[in-house]
């Protein structure tokens, strides 16, 4: 399966393609009802969502969660199996076209990690991390002031149960053991914008004209 999703049109609407090999359903958030029946998901003025390499899109089983950005920072929860959708609003940095939510991922459908920041101002720390408990209904901010900066990507450890993650901005590897609460950079490397974890031990990173492979212990 493979997701697919749009850029907001001029009426602020957004479509979320859901790619299969037999199959090509279009989840359009602008016209598909949330679990309350009389509303509908509207997009706000400036708000959209950023590539992350496709990491602001997260899966499990039916259910997709996507970050949104910019103006406003929210995140979408949506099933294709019910064709239901809510939005959630997040405590995420946001205002700002370079503001937001970039890059998520989740431990099957409860705990859930947000990543991001404003990519205009990289050593910025603040409000650009956090985790849900409960699918992302509510973000906890985490680490506020006392991570590395601005973050394109962040993947939870395979088998960690949500425990361990690994993040990567344009200045910095950094890795939490603790689901996200605190954050140590273990690598200055830049210019990395995505990574990937290959096994328990094996992370690889991509960016700028290179792909570098991490050994972790």
């Known amino acids: 399966m493979g997701l697919a999703l749009s850029d907001p049109d001029k009426d602020h609407h957004m479509r979320l393609e859901m ?21 509908f998901i509207k997009f706000n003025e400036g708000e959209a969502a950023f590539a992350a390499s496709n990491t602001n899109i997260a899966t499990y089983k039916t259910k997709f969660w ?7 920072s929210r995140i979408i929860k949506g099933d294709f199996g019910s064709l239901e959708s809510d939005v959630y609003n997040t405590p995420f940095i946001q205002g700002e076209s370079s ?16 990543v991001g920041g404003d990519y205009t101002k990289p050593e910025a720390n603040v409000n650009n991390i956090a985790t849900t408990n409960d699918g992302g209904k509510t973000w906890q901010i985490r680490a506020s002031g006392k991570n590395a900066g601005y973050t394109t990507c962040v993947k939870i450890k395979p088998g960690s149960k949500g425990k361990e993650m690994i993040s990567v901005g344009d200045k910095h590897i950094s890795y939490s053991s603790d689901f996200g609460k605190t954050w140590t950079k273990i690598s200055d490397e830049k210019n990395l914008y995505v990574c990937k974890w290959v096994d328990q031990h094996t992370v690889v990173f991509a960016g700028k004209d290179r792909i570098v492979k991490m050994k972790i212990k």
């Open 99 to 114: 503001q937001g939510i970039y890059s998520i991922d989740f431990y099957e459908d409860k705990f859930g990690i947000a």
């Open 19 to 39: 790619l299969l090999m037999s199959a090509r359903q279009i989840y359009d958030f602008n016209e598909t009802k949330t679990k309350d029946k009389n509303k």
């Open 66 to 72: 996507v970050a949104t950005g910019g103006k406003v």
